[in-house]
């Protein structure tokens, strides 16, 4: 895949870019105006998604993030936190001073300040991205604000390269449901954590007005089976997010 498009920190494409230019389709906001398509690219993109996996090349949320200037001022909007909140599924994560975080599919970096804090002077946080235009932004984000202890580092679109039994946490946020073969990657994830270590999934309801087009979308019940294929301990964490839900895979 070229870097210029993006699977993780998807985030702007279909959910915050969808909502901050009030786009509407089919009567339901959060969602954008989907580019023409081949019946033979539609149906493979589908059948794909049913099993998990992903032609990107036939990708209708594929987007160009070559203006990453342009997609930060998108990506983060202060409105966002309203909906996101940010604070409370860091809260949610139960982090702890000195702990090792990755955020996978970090796009710009929004959720790394409120890590850094969770994990104090003695943690490190990792922004993942399969995108170099955004992990370049997010290497020159971390160096102005003077954290020593967070960097950003260009994964595989099919692996996020977890040393073994390195992290304590992993945060996917809006991301999950574009990863191929979703199970094989959640085994890659537990590979990676370390012992009392959980993965944790932020994404959108079905019900949720904004957000990818409802064929995109998994429920949690759906992510909670995967993780489970995957040999992970699986539960849906009650919070207030009022478009998404949120999942945390344990050993």
Sequence with gaps: MQSKVCMFGWIGIVGVLAWASGCKRGGEEGSIKQGPTTQKAHKHHTKGHHKGKMDYKHHDMQHDFSDVKKYARIFENPQRTAWQKPAEVVEKMQIKAGMHIADIGAGTGYFLPYLHKAVGATGHVEGLDINGPMVKHMAERIQKAGWSNVKARQVKTDDPQLANQSVDRVLVVNTWHHIADRVAYAKKIKAGLKVGGSVW??????????????????????????????????RIVPSSLPDQYIVEGAL
């Excluded at 999934?201 to 089976?225: W, Y």
């Design 201 to 234: 999934i932020v994404d959108f309801t079905m019900e949720a007005k904004r957000g990818p087009n409802k064929k995109h979308r998994l429920s949690p019940a759906q992510v909670i089976k995967e993780f489970q294929e995957a040999g992970l301990k699986a």
